[in-house]
Nanobody
Framework: EVQLVESGGGLVQPGGSLRLSCAAS????????MSWVRQVPGKGPEWVSG????????SYADSVKGRFTISRDNARNTLYLQMNSLKVEDTAVYYC??????????????RGQGTQVTVST
């Protein structure tokens, strides 16, 4: 059974940082690209960032480019998202998502339960 468990969310002030983690199990983690997707209540999901299976290539939405860094540790079956210079508009539930392929196609077949990130004064 595929399981994706996010952690690391919380409340942070604008300009602050958070590091999200996603523990993966139930599949060959190093065979698949992974992504972070976020969603605000009442809006559709927004793809944030993706990383290829080997970790050598990453891509970002324009809204987070230069502020967020995605990474993965295939030995630990864990995906990360380092978020710096956070803005109020980054507030959302962040989900870890498994890609269907080894490259970041943005076609996902599983996602976790999400972790809330709130950026507020």
């Amino acid at each position: 059974e595929v399981q994706l468990v996010e952690s690391g969310g919380g409340l942070v002030q604008p300009g602050g940082s958070l590091r999200l983690s996603c523990a993966a199990s139930g599949f060959a983690f190093d065979d698949y690209a992974m992504s972070w997707v976020r969603q605000v209540p009442g809006k559709g999901p927004e793809w944030v960032s993706g990383i290829h299976s080997g970790g050598g290539s990453a891509s970002y939405a324009d809204s987070v480019k230069g502020r967020f860094t995605i990474s993965r540790d295939n030995a630990r079956n864990t995906l990360y998202l380092q978020m710096n210079s956070l803005k109020v508009e980054d507030t959302a539930v962040y989900y870890c998502a498994k890609d269907r392929y080894s490259w970041s196609s943005k076609v996902h077949d599983y996602r976790g339960q999400g972790t809330q990130v709130t950026v507020s004064t």
